[in-house]
């Protein structure tokens, strides 16, 4: 899938709209300004490397982030109509969690965690458009999202903390600490962290369909009878230099 520049810049609006309607000051305006701050990274970032996984083309990570923050809004009304303990989560804990899930994806403050693909054959065969830059220290996507909030002097909650930490639920054995608590102390005590994961799940897969499915649904091939019909003139051939009329019958029921 490509982005057109239009497309590009709306979403680049739109992802600050959301931190202008639901975060509070003055952690909005440290936000805004760390955001302005790298734009010119994140507007064109990718969400991913490769082309199998989803918005993997430029301006892909932006794109898939406000996915996130509306399922996760849409997901949360759902757990509230059945009746979720909303006093344990705000909304701006929500949609602070929902932008800056995957910030760690963007690298450290010199280095974009993601560079065009110089190897042709992982380019060609492997769908690698983009690749690690080694010059970016290794860290979880979360932990290094997390620190690069801190660094910046951006606060963020006891839930804020827990939900990026824990955004991609069970798919990191990493959680399971956090989601796999078989005591009542154990567990989270606020639903966050699922409402978030799962609006991040819902719209992964979402994108994959919108970039793979089709490709997987029958269609007419072109040429398919013409192709029958030089295959059964072939066959029609073959079958009459053959004398015997049995053997020949046998044949061509085949």
């Not at 959680?175 to 154990?186: A, M, V």
């Not at 994108?207 to 192709?227: I, T």
């Amino acid at each position: 899938m490509k982005l057109t520049a239009e497309q590009i810049g709306e979403n680049w609006n739109t992802f600050n709209s959301y931190i202008e309607k639901y975060i509070s000051s003055p952690r909005k305006e440290k936000l805004l300004s760390f955001y302005k701050k790298f734009e010119d990274r994140l507007v064109l970032m990718p969400a991913a490397h490769k082309k199998e996984y989803h918005n993997a083309f430029p301006g892909g990570y932006i794109d898939h982030v406000n996915r996130v923050v509306e399922c996760s809004l849409k997901v949360n009304k759902v757990w509230s109509e059945m009746g979720v303990d909303e006093s344990t989560y705000t909304i701006e804990e929500l949609v602070f969690s929902a932008i800056n899930h995957d910030l760690g994806k963007m690298g450290d403050e010199t280095h974009d965690s993601y560079i065009p693909q110089d190897d042709k054959w992982r380019k060609d065969k492997l769908g690698e458009d983009y690749k690690f830059n080694e010059l970016v220290p290794f860290s979880s996507v979360p932990d290094r999202g997390l620190f690069l909030l801190q660094s910046n002097g951006i606060q963020y909650s006891f839930n804020e903390m827990i939900t990026i930490q824990t955004h991609d639920g069970l798919y990191d054995e990493g959680n399971k600490k956090y989601l796999l608590g078989f005591t009542p102390g154990q567990k989270p005590r606020t639903s966050l962290p699922y409402i978030v994961h799962q609006g991040d799940l819902m719209e992964a897969r979402i994108e994959f369909e919108r970039e793979w499915l089709d490709k997987f649904k029958d269609k007419p091939k072109e040429g398919l009878v013409e192709k029958k019909s030089i295959s059964k003139t072939t066959k029609n051939k073959a079958l009459s230099s053959i004398a015997s009329t049995g053997l020949n019958n046998l044949l061509n029921d085949l």
